[in-house]
């Protein structure tokens, strides 16, 4: 069984090298809608996949962590990055541009890892995560799965290389959230939400 959770975030960008002479020139933003899909052959103790009230925690500070932020590649022109950072309280560097395409692979990988961390408490079983779905427009969306979340033919995304900024960090119920991923914290579903 597939179970969905779809999340809402406003975030600005450029696309370098892209075809679109003013995506790739010129900073815009997107109404983005972003769904979560989990699997499982199992029920849980309340007969879910997985409640979607535990998906509002560390789940929903990841994905919302792109709201109101600029999204930046890490490869971009150096005074630019510098410029950005300096007039924008939130922002991401991430290590590939950020198209639809690249925003569904980097929540995958930190979404993956979070549920791989994840300790359950209410009879969860075998829940993964099937795919991430980034809708940029209202007609176009990038669909992501595990492959190739973790293809190097599409870029090598390692959590360490994602960084957020103060504000951003600061913003998370838990401030040490992306710390405790990275360094591999077990995290504890509560019994009750």
């Excluded at 020139?25 to 499982?40: C, D, N, P, W």
């Excluded at 998906?55 to 890490?74: C, G, P, R, T, Y």
């Excluded at 950072?85 to 569904?104: C, I, Y």
């Excluded at 993956?112 to 359950?120: E, F, M, N, P, V």
Aim: net charge negative; hydrophobic share 40%; aromatic share 10%.
């Amino acid at each position: 069984m597939i179970i969905r959770k779809l999340f809402k975030f406003e975030n600005a960008h450029i696309v370098r090298g892209c075809s679109t002479v003013k995506c790739r020139s010129s900073l815009h933003g997107h109404s983005y809608r972003v769904e979560l899909l989990f699997e499982s052959n199992f029920l849980d103790n309340g007969q879910m996949v997985y409640d979607f009230g535990l998906m509002k925690q560390n789940m929903k500070d990841l994905v919302e962590s792109f709201d109101h932020a600029i999204a930046l590649w890490s490869g971009d022109d150096a005074a630019y990055l510098k410029s950005m950072k300096a007039h924008s309280d939130r922002w991401v560097e991430l290590p590939v541009s950020p198209s639809a395409e690249q925003f569904s692979r980097v929540i995958f990988v930190m979404i993956d890892k979070l549920l791989q961390l994840t300790s359950t408490s209410n009879g969860e079983k075998e829940v993964k995560l099937n795919s991430i779905i980034v809708h940029e427009t209202q007609t176009g969306y990038a669909q992501c799965f595990k492959e190739d979340a973790y293809s190097q033919a599409m870029g090598t995304i390692a959590l360490e290389e994602i960084k957020f900024s103060q504000a951003i960090l600061e913003s998370f119920k838990d401030s040490q959230l992306y710390e405790k991923l990275l360094s591999g914290v077990v995290f504890q579903n509560p019994l009750s939400v």
